[in-house]
C-alpha cells in the first residue's frame, strides 16, 4: 500500500469501526446484564404478589398462578404470556399452574432463583415459599425469550451502525482528501516548475506538520542555487585567469623564436617559466577548491598536525629558499590529535604557508607553532610582510579575490581554499594583524582525543 491518502483511510476506517463495534458490545452487554437484572425483580415481585394474595385470601388456591399473566405481558405481542406460574405444595404436590406453565416442575430448590431444564427448554425461576399456607409459588420465564429480547435490542443498534458506515467511510475520505491538499498543492508546485526555477517553493500556507519539509525543499533549492552560481563564477573566473597567463606564455615564446640576440631570448624564456609555474599553481589550486567543493564532511578522521606540518614544510622548502624565506617550524612535543583528513588539512596549510611565502620580503621568517585549549587546537602561520588591508579584511576569503597589496602572479583563491578546507573538517580561520609587522593566520582545529 503506497499511498498515504489510502493507508490513512484505512486506518482511520478500521479504528472507527473497532472503537464503533467495541461500544456496541458492551452496549449489548450492558444491556443483557440490565435486562436480566429487571427481569429478574420481575420475577421475584410476580411470585411475592402470588404468595401475598394468597396470604390475605384475596384470590382463590386454583386460579392465583393465573395472576401472573396479565402484569406479565408486554407492550409487544410477541413478548406475551412471558412469565408462568405454578403452586406447590410443601410436601411436593402440584396445586395449580399458570396456562403457559409447562408440564413438569420448574424449580426444585427451597427459594431464590434459579435455572431449570424443563420440558427440553431452560427457564429462569424465582421461588417464593410461604410457611403460612405451606405453599412454595414458582415464577419463570423461558431463556429464550430473554435472548430474544436482548438480540432484538442489539439488532436495533447494529442496523444503524451498518446503514451509517458507507456514510461514515465516505467522510473519511474526503476529509483525508482536504488533510492532504496541501500536499497536492506542492506537489503540482514543484511539477510545474522548470529545471531553472531554484526559487523557494509557493505552495499556500502549508500546516505545522508540512512546514519542515517545505523549509528543507526551500533550503535545498538555495543551496542548489548557491552551488550552480558558484560553479557559474567559477568558471568564468578560471577562464578568465587561465587566459591572462596562457596568453603571456604565447607572446613571450613568439618573442623568444624571433629573439636577435641570446639576451633577448634568455629574457623571454624566464618569463615563459614564470608563466608556466603561475598556471600550474593556479590549476593545482583549481583542482583543490573543486575536490573540496565536492568532497563530503572529513571530520572523522585522528589527524597529527605535527605530520601536516613537517610535510608542508618539506614541500615548500624549494620555494621559500627561492625567495630567501626561511620556514621556521616550532611545535610542541605533545600535540593533541586532531578530527579531520590528512589531505584537506595539507591543502588548508600549503596554501596558508604558500601565501606567506609571497607576501614575506626578502629573508623573512615565516614561524609556524600551535597551542591547544579544552576542545580545539590552533596551528598558528606568522609572516614578515605588509599584513592584509583593513578594506580588504572582509573579502580576503573570497574566491579570486585579491587584495590591493597582493603581491604579482597571485590566483586569488589559496585564503578560499584554506577556509572551505578548514570547513569541511568543522574547523575555521582567522585573521590577526601582528603588533608589529605581519600577519597571523590562525586555523582552528577540532580536538580527536575528546
Request: a neutral charge; hydrophobic letters at 45%.
Amino acid at each position: 500500500m503506497t499511498s498515504i491518502r489510502t493507508r490513512l483511510f484505512v486506518i482511520l476506517l478500521l479504528a472507527t469501526g473497532a472503537i464503533w463495534f467495541s461500544a456496541v458490545w458492551w452496549i449489548q452487554h450492558s444491556t443483557r446484564v440490565q435486562v436480566e437484572r429487571v427481569l429478574d425483580a420481575r420475577l421475584a415481585e410476580a411470585a411475592q404478589m402470588v404468595s401475598s394474595l394468597l396470604s390475605d385470601g384475596r384470590v382463590e388456591l386454583a386460579s392465583a398462578a393465573e395472576a401472573v399473566d396479565a402484569p406479565a405481558n408486554l407492550t409487544r405481542p410477541k413478548y406475551s404470556r412471558q412469565l408462568s406460574c405454578q403452586i406447590w405444595s410443601l410436601d411436593g404436590a402440584m396445586i395449580g399452574a399458570s396456562g403457559s406453565a409447562p408440564a413438569g416442575r420448574l424449580a426444585e430448590m427451597q427459594g431464590g432463583l434459579s435455572e431449570n431444564v424443563v420440558d427440553g427448554e431452560r427457564w429462569r425461576v424465582h421461588t417464593e415459599v410461604n410457611e403460612e399456607l405451606g405453599l412454595r409459588v414458582m415464577v419463570g420465564d423461558r431463556l429464550t425469550v430473554r435472548e430474544k429480547l436482548v438480540a432484538d435490542v442489539t439488532r436495533g443498534l447494529l442496523v444503524p451502525v451498518l446503514a451509517i458506515l458507507p456514510v461514515l467511510a465516505g467522510l473519511i475520505w474526503l476529509s483525508v482528501g482536504r488533510g492532504l491538499a496541501p500536499l497536492d498543492r506542492m506537489a503540482r508546485a514543484l511539477t510545474e516548475r522548470s529545471a531553472d526555477n531554484l526559487e523557494p517553493v509557493d505552495a499556500g500556507p502549508l500546516p505545522r506538520e508540512l512546514r519542515p519539509m517545505g523549509t528543507a525543499l526551500n533550503a535545498l533549492f538555495g543551496r542548489v542555487a548557491a552551488a550552480r552560481n558558484r560553479e557559474r563564477s567559477f568558471s568564468a573566473y578560471a577562464a578568465h585567469e587561465l587566459k591572462t597567463p596562457l596568453s603571456g606564455i604565447k607572446t613571450q615564446a613568439q618573442i623568444a623564436a624571433i629573439a636577435p640576440d641570446e639576451e633577448t631570448r634568455r629574457r623571454a624564456l624566464t618569463q615563459i617559466e614564470r608563466g608556466v609555474a603561475r598556471t600550474d599553481r593556479m590549476v593545482r589550486q583549481l583542482l583543490e577548491l573543486a575536490a573540496v567543493d565536492t568532497v563530503a564532511n572529513e571530520s572523522g578522521e585522528r589527524l597529527d598536525l605535527r605530520d601536516v606540518a613537517c610535510s608542508v614544510g618539506e614541500t615548500l622548502e624549494r620555494v621559500a629558499y627561492a625567495k630567501g624565506v626561511t620556514i621556521r617550524i616550532d611545535l610542541p612535543r605533545e600535540i593533541p590529535a586532531v578530527s579531520g583528513s590528512a589531505v584537506t588539512a595539507t591543502m588548508a596549510v600549503r596554501n596558508v604557508v604558500e601565501n606567506a611565502i609571497a607576501a614575506s620580503p626578502e629573508n623573512g621568517d615565516i614561524r609556524i607553532h600551535a597551542a591547544a585549549t579544552a576542545d580545539v587546537v590552533r596551528l598558528s602561520i606568522k609572516d614578515e610582510g605588509p599584513g592584509i588591508a583593513d578594506t580588504d579584511r572582509p573579502r580576503i576569503t573570497e574566491r579570486f579575490f585579491r587584495g590591493s597589496g597582493a603581491p604579482e602572479g597571485g590566483s586569488g583563491l589559496g585564503l578560499a581554499i584554506a577556509e572551505a578546507a578548514m570547513t569541511q573538517m568543522g574547523g575555521t580561520v582567522k585573521f590577526r594583524r601582528r603588533r608589529t609587522v605581519g600577519e597571523e593566520v590562525i586555523l582552528i582545529f577540532v580536538r580527536k582525543d575528546l
